[in-house]
């Protein structure tokens, strides 16, 4: 302690100016010294990184810090308020970059909530309904001859009297055979299939519908060249409650789905099942560690699997999407081969766990290999074996739900679309239906794993 | 009917487990295995029906070498050696009447039995068995439902199962306490005596010893140290097997 003054204060304070640190380190305070730096050198590198200048202030304060520190030699002015700023600058920072930010979830509340509460209609049935549909092929813009706008169809009869429409135009849509006394619905469709508009009339006593249309210029958002004429098509129709409930269209496609996902996640559980017996035979401790060319399979088979068993299956789709293209055959494909690594790890397990006692016993009775693998193998492993199986299913279930998303198929698939699509009561609609089914899948797998312990 | 000749197992690890053992059993006898923990009863027993295969040495049973046999031949050698266990050794997930028809499958058609077909009349004779060690009313329970003793029971009835001329009983009664141990001894004995089945069993007790027995064999290290009749295992031949400091305890027994 008493050479502390071995080397000027003056040079010390110059050189911590130069480079934080650098003179406590002169002055032997290693401690501190290195600490400076490494606070300074830190901070300033953050800063320059996140690229916000006013963060600059933290390693400037820090650097000012350490001056007076080195000024204020012997005594120092400690490391806390250095570490306080920094541990500020840490969190700030971090804070901007994941962009947190609590005010969001109640900023932007009132445009969510349109979308929130479509989320609550679900739409998965509806009232059953009879339908009557017409419709007639129209030209647009018009050409110097236009085909005429006139359709007929199982006494439904839906013409357009000035046989062609050019933008602006009030056309006067006309549809017989309909119910009497009855609203009826107008679609444009475009050429290409999508809905340009669409607007509602009432049928007269006799069934005949008239309406006058004006044509907008999104009819021709779609078309290359506006000024060429192109057949569309006005498609009316009316439909009306039979009673009754019905699936939707969307709860038809969720039924569908489900069906895909189940179907998809079983058939993946099982083939994944067979391959992981073989497997999990082959990683089991007690069975191959008797001589060293087993041994080395043994921890060959252990380590793919748990490798192959690392890689999410998710993952694991996207590059079978890559090679055999979308639809569900790539998401089974990668739930199977997941559920190979994840059920041969935890089939060698049970394994490892029998009991050899039994084993002993049957083959002291002069029974085969055979018998000895029925009768004092299989009964030990089935249940577990089983058990392992259904929930891996369930897992499955959950895993192919999330797999639909890049493309393979089942309910994950519509979900998807939907979302992108911002069909929000058919997402909510898919929403409940998977929970059910996952809530459903998983008491009934908690019931049978019990009965099977 | 058993002769055991210059038996030696050296263990993988290089444990030895028996040294150059060899004695002889004759027609009905209930020769008792006495010795400390590891001093290789359990290798002796089991290198009798081949669970294990010994190192050196043979043995004859009915002038059938056992150690040189194998495939359906040891099987049809091991069908006539009952086994007991010390953990009963049960299939626990399985009902006690596949337990004890388990004890049948070196009879019966491999095929039609690994598929799980049993002959009417077998079933009968797991009936009889089971009867016989008056537990009849739990034919139908899982194995793991049982107690100890009944467990034990069932083991026996398995065992009877292959109309052996032998039996081996690796410290049947270690698990059970004294009254049930008396009991399953009890069973073990009208099989020899009744039955005019040969046993070779491992014992700790002595009580159960001098009972039972009509021969005792004393290892320790997996040397034999001791053979002769149970009267014979006084207080000096005990420390022999048992060691000095086991004198204190099992000696009182004696007295
Ligand atoms: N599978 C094995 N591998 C290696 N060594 C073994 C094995 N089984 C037994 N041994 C060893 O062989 C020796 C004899 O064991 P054994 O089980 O025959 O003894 P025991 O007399 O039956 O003992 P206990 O009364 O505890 O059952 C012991 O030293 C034991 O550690
Ligand atoms: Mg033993």
């Known amino acids: ?453 | 009917m058993l002769k055991v000749e210059h038996l030696t197992k050296v263990y993988p690890g290089g444990t030895v487990a028996l040294k150059d053992l060899s004695f002889e059993v004759s027609d009905g006898e209930f020769l008792v295995i006495i010795g400390l923990s590891g001093s290789g009863k359990s290798t002796l027993l089991r290198c009798i029906n081949r669970l294990i295969d010994p190192t050196e040495g043979k043995v004859i049973l009915d002038g059938i070498d056992v150690t040189a046999s194998k495939g359906a031949e040891l099987r049809h050698i091991r069908r006539k050696i009952g086994m007991i266990f010390q953990h009963f050794n049960l299939v626990k997930r399985s009902s006690v009447l596949t337990n004890v028809l388990n004890g049948r499958l070196g009879y019966l058609n491999p095929w039609t039995s690994t598929l799980g077909f049993f002959p009417a009349d077998e079933k009968k004779r797991a009936m009889d068995a089971l009867k016989r060690l008056s537990i009849d009313d739990k034919v139908d329970s899982r194995a793991d439902a049982l107690s100890g003793g009944q467990q034990q029971r069932v083991g026996i009835a398995r065992t009877l199962m292959q109309e052996p001329t032998l039996i081996l009983a690796d410290e049947p009664v270690a698990s059970l306490d004294p009254v049930l141990a008396h009991s399953i001894m009890q069973y073990l004995e009208q099989l020899n005596k009744e039955d005019k089945v040969t046993v070779i069993c491992s014992l700790h007790y002595l009580d159960l010893i001098q009972r039972y027995a009509t021969r005792v064999i004393g290892l320790k290290d997996g040397v034999k140290v001791f053979e002769g009749s149970p009267a014979e295992i006084n207080r000096e031949k005990f420390k022999e097997i048992y060691g000095e400091e086991a004198q204190d305890v099992r000696a009182t027994a004696l007295e």
Request: hydrophobic share 50%.
């Open chain 1, 1 to 453: 302690m008493t050479d502390k003054k071995i080397f000027p204060k003056s040079l010390s304070v110059l050189l911590s100016i130069i480079l934080p640190g650098l003179g406590q380190v002169f002055q032997r305070k290693y401690r501190s010294g290195i600490s400076f730096f490494i606070a300074f050198a830190t901070a300033f590198a953050v800063t320059l990184w996140y690229g916000k200048p006013i963060w600059f202030i933290i390693p400037a304060v820090i650097w000012i810090w350490n001056i007076w520190d080195i000024v204020s030699f012997p005594k120092g002015k400690g490391l806390v308020i250095p570490l306080l700023l920094w541990l500020l600058m840490a969190y700030g920072i971090g804070g901007q970059v994941t962009e947190f930010n609590l005010q969001a979830l109640f900023s932007n509340f009132s445009r969510s909530r349109d979308m929130v509460s479509q989320l609550f209609k679900f739409d998965f049935v509806q009232p059953k309904a009879e339908r009557i549909e017409g419709y007639t092929d129209i030209q647009s813009p018009c050409s110097d001859f236009p085909p005429a706008a006139d359709h007929e169809e199982n006494g439904v009869r839906v013409y357009v009297v000035q046989t062609c429409a050019n933008v602006g135009d009030v056309i006067t849509v006309i549809g017989e055979g309909f119910w009497p006394n009855q609203l009826t619905t107008f679609y444009w469709q475009n050429p290409i299939g999508g809905k340009a508009m669409a607007t509602e009339a009432t049928s007269d006593a006799n069934g005949k519908v008239t309406l006058e249309w004006k044509v907008l210029s999104i009819v021709h958002t779609t078309a290359p060249d506006p000024t060429i004429p192109q057949i569309h098509r006005i498609k009316v129709s009316q439909s009306r409650p039979i009673g009754g409930m019905e699936l939707s269209a969307v709860g038809g496609y969720i039924v569908q789905g489900i069906y895909e996902t189940l179907a998809l996640a079983l058939l993946s559980t099982i083939i994944g099942a067979i391959f992981a017996i073989p497997f999990g035979f082959l990683a089991a401790r007690n069975l191959m560690t008797a001589n060293p060319v087993s041994t080395v399979i043994y921890m060959i088979v252990r380590t793919v699997l748990n490798i192959v068993r690392s890689i999410e299956a998710l993952i694991m789709a996207i590059i079978f999407v890559i090679i055999v293209g979308l639809g569900p055959f790539p998401g089974m494909i990668a739930l199977t081969v997941h559920t190979v690594a994840a059920l041969g790890k935890l089939y060698s397990e049970v394994i490892e766990g029998i009991d050899p006692g039994p084993i002993e016993a049957i083959k002291a009775t002069g029974a085969n290999w055979l018998q000895v693998a029925r009768y004092a193998v299989i009964p030990q492993i089935v249940p577990a074996f089983t058990s392992l199986t259904i929930y891996r299913w369930d897992i499955n279930v959950r895993s192919s739900t999330i797999i639909g998303f890049v493309g393979g198929g089942g309910i994950g698939f519509f979900l998807w679309q939907w979302i992108v699509l911002q069909d929000f009561r058919a997402v909510g609609s898919a929403f409940v239906a998977i929970a059910v089914v996952v809530v459903i899948l998983d008491f009934f797998s908690a019931k049978i794993r019990e009965r099977l312990v």
